[in-house]
Structure formats: structure tokens, C-alpha cells
């Protein structure tokens, strides 16, 4: 429902989300200092809000599964030895300047791209192969990745479920130590990556008795809407400014 509904209120082609979402992965790419990125997640959180996407509360179904991937984010980055020392022990640096802003760098970095998935992430999966296939993918393509795309809510139940489970068993994950919990989500994340791959065999065998991807010839009707000048204004007006940006003027 409300997939849907945000569809019925969403003013902009499928296709400039798309587009927006590539300019946007370039970006993130191609700025490297930390103030640029904030900028960028700036620009990416006003795109949303014209878009009247509620973002944070797509992203909030996630948090568990986020806090542990920022958290190894951070942990990658934090004891990077770069710049002035900030903590030492016993002589040796543990976190310096360019660490502290390469972790921060790395997190920007994910949560821009976390953003822009959810962009593309609140349409129905019939807007979503349309468009693509519009953008010249072809038709094969453009399935797996609504297909994708889909898995992600799919992923998120096993999850809950799981924690439901351990919870039912007696064990409240979120009073455990930080320690604790981190142990315990990474006990989950074998039998949920191994519970995603049997559904994705199963459906993919269903897709194959359906006869996807035999040479038929296949004609479709695509109500939706194609790209207007407010569409085209976005796109230039984010392309004109991520290049300023990258470049400093």
C-alpha cells in the first residue's frame, strides 16, 4: 500500500529517478573530501523531498542489518593511519586525523548510495522494468533487477523472523551488550544469506516453467507517463551542479 501510493503521488518519470540515481553513484565516486560528500548527501535528501519520498522511514525497516554494515564501515576506516595522531597507546597511533575523516568519508559515502536505492527502491516493480527497458536495457535485465529489488523486503522478513525466533527462545537481542549482539547477528547472517538463496532458486524455477526468456515475441501496453520539462530540469540542474562541485568553482 504504500509502494503504491507513493507511486500515485510521484510527479517525476521513473526514468529521471533513475537517471538521478546515476549521476548520483558518480558523484559519490568522484568526490573524495568529506565536505563535498555532505554536500552531496544535502542535494540527495532535497531530491527526495521534492520527490516526496520518505526515505528515513524506508531505510528505519533496515536498521539492524545498517547498524552492523556502518559499523564495520567505520571499523575499516577508523584505524587508518593518516595525519595527526589523535589516540595513541603505548607509543603506537590508533586513530588518527585522516582516519576520523576517512570513516566519516566511508559512511557519507554509504548512506548516499542507501539513499539513492530507496529512489528507485518505493517504485512498483512494473514501473521499474518499464523504465528500463524505455532506457534501452534489455528485457531480461530489467527483471532481475526489479526481481532484485524485491528480494530486499524478502531479506528483511527472513530477518525479522529470525530475531522473532531468538526472542521466543528467550533471548532479547537488543539488551545484550554491543559485543553480544554483534555475535549473534553474525550467527544469523549464515542461515539468512542460505534461506534468501533457496527462495531465489525457487523462484527461479517458477519464472522458468512460466517460459521467461524464450524467444516469443512479447508486446506489453505501458501506461506510465514519459518525461516532461520538470523531469529534464532536475536531471540538468543536478548535473550542472555535481560537476561545479567536483570541480571547485
Not at 560528500?37 to 526515505?55: G, S
Not at 553480544?180 to 533457496?198: G, N
Not at 527462495?199 to 501496453?221: D, H, N, P, W, Y
Request: hydrophobic share 55%; proline share 3%; with cysteine.
Amino acid at each position: 500500500m504504500e509502494r503504491s501510493s507513493q507511486n500515485e503521488r510521484s510527479k517525476f518519470d521513473v526514468k529521471t529517478k533513475f537517471v538521478l540515481v546515476i549521476l548520483g553513484s558518480v558523484f559519490t565516486i568522484l568526490f573524495t573530501h568529506p565536505f563535498k560528500l555532505l554536500i552531496l548527501f544535502f542535494a540527495i535528501l532535497c531530491l527526495l523531498v521534492i520527490m516526496d519520498i520518505k526515505a528515513f522511514a524506508v531505510l528505519f525497516r533496515f536498521r539492524r542489518l545498517l547498524s552492523i554494515f556502518l559499523t564495520l564501515v567505520v571499523l575499516q576506516n577508523l584505524f587508518s593511519p593518516s595525519g595527526k595522531t589523535l589516540i595513541a597507546i603505548a607509543g603506537h597511533p590508533v586513530i588518527s586525523e585522516g582516519g576520523l575523516l576517512k570513516a566519516f568519508s566511508g559512511v557519507l559515502r554509504v548512506v548516499n548510495m542507501l539513499l539513492l536505492g530507496v529512489m528507485i527502491a518505493v517504485e512498483s516493480p512494473e514501473r521499474i522494468t518499464a523504465a528500463l527497458e524505455e532506457l534501452g536495457v534489455p528485457h531480461k535485465l530489467a527483471m532481475m533487477v526489479s526481481v532484485a529489488l524485491l528480494f530486499l523486503s524478502v531479506f528483511r522478513n527472513e530477518a525479522m523472523d529470525m530475531v522473532t525466533a531468538l526472542k521466543l527462545r528467550g533471548i532479547d537481542i537488543d539488551s545484550e551488550s554491543l559485543k553480544r549482539r554483534l555475535m549473534l547477528y553474525f550467527r544469523l547472517a549464515f542461515p539468512l544469506t542460505i534461506s534468501a538463496l533457496r527462495k531465489a532458486q525457487t523462484m527461479a524455477a517458477i519464472i522458468e516453467v512460466r517460459g521467461f526468456g524464450s524467444e516469443l515475441r512479447q508486446s506489453k501496453f505501458s501506461p506510465f507517463n514519459n518525461m516532461k520539462f520538470w523531469d529534464v530540469a532536475l536531471i540538468s540542474v543536478f548535473t550542472i551542479w555535481g560537476i561545479a562541485v567536483w570541480m571547485g568553482l
